[in-house]
């Protein structure tokens, strides 16, 4: 796929001018990425616009290598005439630092075999949005927020952001790439009088490439005045080891404590548990994860990564195996493993064949976890521990709503406890997975 | 005039950009100053006359208020990995926000280019929040005098860029140098310098050097086949001239030694009991569970817990909460905040009373009060909001050990990390990376990776006993995020036993797990 534009030919002219002279500056080689974004924010709160926020950025990255030294450096300035003196600085910055064999820019073997095919990664309507037009879309979400929140809200805060990003890149060794990209946001967050003085807040934000493809804003809002209104009277109860379920929009949260220590700089820098799990059962059979960087209109979707390999698609887990780890070049060298791609674009759990109410109907007493708070993932031991909130239901009947509670476990344990897969990956993200199904799982309360 | 200005500038950083980190060695020759001048007048060919213009053009179709923010910061990076200083990172930021205030409505334009048109260009942005007709007339500025809490002593230019290497060097080698058990060392020295100029419409015309950084090494230890890592840093509003071999030392003791210590670790168990919290780092508690919800913003908009509680009890008598912009090289320290109003001290609560808010200036005068010093932004591509600044708890009349003692058993929190907090309930989280068990009023085995929840002002009324050993954080790695925009931030605490707080662990009471 190649994609050219104005922008894109002042791109190209630019980073050959710059990879010229930062060689001429001493540089052995060089990568210059350069990039131009113009985004629309506008906020509604109390049916009038609290903020409107527009603006254009651009950014030129140079990455210089000097006999295995290496340095980079940004700058929004694009004129030749203070450029010059920025290049030189990179290049002196580069010849300080320590000689590092493995800093190199990649083999550019490895730059071949890039996808042909057509990613929608461009709304071609973006540009038919209208200041009205955005107004009328946050306008709306307040509104049937308000409306589903009724008396008992306090405050609906409701957007919509879009942006139109432009990128080019380009090494000394031969990589050129080029992107458009467009997202369209909206959303609203929603505070509700509870008991006493508890304001709880929830909220609904979806984002998507192509404005067409969010769902209506009606149902936008009214959900997240139904996500608020059901956080209501939340409180903790006794610590229990239950089942638990996770809701399709929070479990990338606890995925990533799994697939940051599959990065090979974690590996070799012994900071992960999974360094020698490879070819291992880590998982239950019920855990595969795909890494599929070709999904249409994906919000991870790409053609290369950062070190201009082309994007793969990779099964990072099958039936809860670890197939491979996430190398990218640098470290690759450094370990003398083969580079796979040491990114993930959308992530991806095969969905099952139940609802999440025709699950909780069959698991007795069990939470329904609707959100985080705080907590951390320890990518050496693969403990972690995290505040959760959500709701409790038993034999299929909700009991309350809970909040202040905690799950704690260490990965290699927690993903054999995965008992069932849901049928509803959560669309508005690229981590489109859908809400999953844990026993045995301590949750702390009082 | 604008352009040349602007070269000659660009091409100062340039020489500058490789040069931030100064070894303490070169600190005599190297006088300069942060006080205000016309830095931007200077290099940029802001004078008040353009100003004066962008004010108006941001006004021109009504609105209450106006203000500039102009920002130009160099920030640099080193990295240490495998024995080697092998990465350097430079960013350049430059730009102005442009942002017209009517009511509590914000309309607000950026540009990286300080040229007239753009930045006029930028204030039309801005201007179309409103749709009427100006109505203000502008004042002349004064420029505003500050008090000077972060002094930069050294000057930058003509400094050997490769003079900084050896900061991390040697903590490589101080590192291996502790522990046979020591497998891997990273090291990193971050450093910016932000200059800043504020002009509003009201006539505040204020200026800013703000040196920041900090130095940190991060290990993993191995014992008996079971590993372990640790993160410390030490920074903040510093100059060059704080990175001495001592701060070296430090930082890699403590990172070394917090790695050991978590060989010998367990989790406690889960469930409700008295925690105390050590001097210092744990304030991110008083930081998450409580000082987001005096941001007046959240109390404007009736979303915190404690939009209904000023004049009201907090908290037991003997709690007294402060945030302070006026603290000497803390990371939150400000002489002048992001909207022209002088650093300042606030009592958010005194002798258990709440007594005020953290404003910025839509919230001041909402509230009908001074603005407090707390707008702040991340950079000039954001609006400011009340933020917090250095956030602390006076201390108490025990000692440390009577406060563990009176907690019988517990737990005792060292070192905390990713707190987190739901603004309308109140209820937070935060991560404890280092402790220890409280057995029987006496401290015990190491506790590590298990995290605290609870609601703040529930656990502000719960807070039982201080000591008299008030610590600062004095890191500079510390961000607090706040709709998307991270500030740096510090807080302190004394040693504090909370009656009850929620631990998350795998171990249930009784040994069941």
Redesign the interface.
Known sequence: MSYTSNNQKEFQELADWVIDQTKKAGAKDCKVNLSKRRFVEINYRDRKPEVIKEATTKGLYLQVFINNRFAGQSTPDFRKSTLAGFITDVVDSAKIMEEDPFRTLPDPKYYAGRTTSDLQLADPAQDELTPEGRHAMAKAVEDACLEQGGSKVISVEAGEYDETVEEFAKSSNGFTGANRTTQCWTGATMTAQDEGDRRPAGYNWVGCRYREDLPSLEEVGKIAAKRTLDLMGGKKIPTETLPLIIENRGVARVLYGLHDPMSAGNIQQKRSFLADKKGQQVGSKLLTLQDDPYLPKGLGSKYYDDDGFPAKKRDLFSQGILNEFLVDWYYSRKLGWEPTSGSISNLIIPPGTRSVDEIIKDLGRCILITDFIGGNSNSTTGDFSVGVIGKLFDKGQFVQNVAEMNIADNHLKFWNKLIEVANDPWIYSQARLPSLVFDSVVVSGV | MESLS??KF??R???A??ALFLLPKLEASMLSDNSPGNYFLKEFGIDESICQKLLAKALSKGGDFADLYFEYTVSNYLGL??G????????????VGIRTVKG?????????ELTEAAMIS?AA?AS??CNMKATLTLPSFNRLKTGNYYPVALDYKGIP??SK?PILQNINQKCFGLSPEV??V?AGFQSSAKRVLIATSDGVLAEDLIPSGFVYASV?A?RNGK???SFYNLGGRRDASFYTDDVVNKVATKTVNNALKLFDAI?PP???MPVVLGPGVTGILLH?AIGHGMEADFNR?????F???IGKKVAEPFVTIIDDGTNMNLAGSLNVDDEGTPGKKTTLVENGILTGYLHDKISAKHYGVEPTGNGRRQDF?N?PMPRMRNTYMLGGTASADDVIRQAGNGIYVEDV???????????????V?QGRLIENGKLTSPI????I???G?KMLTNIIMLANDLEFYKGGAGQCGKNGQGVPVAFGLPTCLVKSL????????GG??
């Open positions: 602007r070269r660009i091409q950083t340039a020489l950009g490789g990995e495998d080697k200083v092998n990465q350097s990172y430079g960013d350049i930021s430059l730009g509590d409505q914000i309309g607000y334009g950026f540009t990286q930028a942005t179309t929040l860029a490769n290497l497998i891997k990273n993993v191995e590993r372990e890592q989790q889960a469930g409700e998450e908009k009736k979303i915190s817990t939009s209904t509680m591509q609006y990390s990713n707190g987190q907090v739901k603004i309308g309930e109140g209820d937070f989280a935060f991560y990376s590590k990776d298990i995290n929840m609870g609601n002002p929620t631990v998350g662990g795998t171990q249930q009471k069941q797990s």
